[in-house]
């Protein structure tokens, strides 16, 4: 199965800093099948980049993902105070689809 | 609006089963199919399979193959999830996520509120 490498494993950053999260997959990702969700305590996963760079319904726009291949990035611009949360990132092109293990974006 | 409702909480002892179940609203149910995700206390997601509302075709985790059942009942729009021989490390939160395409190679526009099952003595 394909393995997802998320890094930092936390950032610590202030409000109206950019965030930079990276997601590393051990095998290449053909279609730029990649996702990546945010979730707060205690609620569901909520998806915010599909295709690797398609935002999804009512996402910000400061919310951007980028790259292909093994090497994917999702950027916040701008980190407002509701933004402060864990971030996964997903592929969904080879079976079994997975998960990176995530990173903690707190308040610095 | 979509919406993704899940049955509560469940207590079970290990070798035991558990089935939980996911009420969908707002959409064509046959049209997507279902996924079922869980997350293990304070760990990340592990996707556990898929099955297509369509047809009932599944796609199960290797992990979980041959101890997990999803079904659909389109009569009443909800999916269900049976995990079979409950053991104390399926103790998490249980997920059910719409894919957004008919197959299971799509990403998950919208979850359920998540059931926890404790497996406990």
């Known amino acids: 199965e394909i393995v997802l490498t998320q890094s930092p494993g936390t950032l610590s950053l202030s409000p109206g800093e950019r965030a930079t999260l990276s997601c590393r997959a051990s095998q290449s990702l053909s279609s730029s099948n990649l996702a990546w969700y945010q979730q707060k305590p205690g609620q569901a996963p909520r998806l915010l980049i599909s295709?690797?760079?398609s935002r999804a319904t009512g996402i910000p726009d400061r919310f951007s993902g980028s790259g292909s291949g093994t090497d994917f990035t999702l950027t916040i611009s701008r980190l407002e105070p509701e933004d402060f949360a864990l971030y996964y990132c997903?592929?969904?092109?080879?079976?079994?689809?997975?998960f990176g293990q995530g990173t903690k974006v707190e308040i610095k | 609006q979509v919406q993704l409702v899940q049955s509560g909480a469940e207590v079970k002892k290990p070798g035991a089963s558990v089935k939980v179940s996911c009420k969908a609203s707002g959409y064509t149910f046959s049209t997507y199919g279902i996924n079922w995700v869980r997350q293990a206390p304070g760990q990340g997601l592990e996707w556990m399979g898929w099955?297509?509302?369509?047809?009932?075709?599944?796609n199960y985790a290797q992990k979980v193959q041959g101890r997990v059942t999803m079904t659909t009942d389109t009569s009443t729009s909800t999916a269900y999830m049976e995990v079979r021989n409950l053991r104390s490390d399926d103790t998490a939160v249980y997920y059910c996520a719409r894919g957004s395409g008919g197959g299971w190679y799509t990403p998950l526009d919208y979850w359920g509120q998540g059931t926890l099952v404790t497996v406990s003595s």
């Open positions: 997903q592929q969904y092109g080879r079976s079994p689809p997975t």
């Open positions: 099955i297509s509302v369509y047809n009932g075709n599944t």
């Open positions: 295709g690797a760079s």
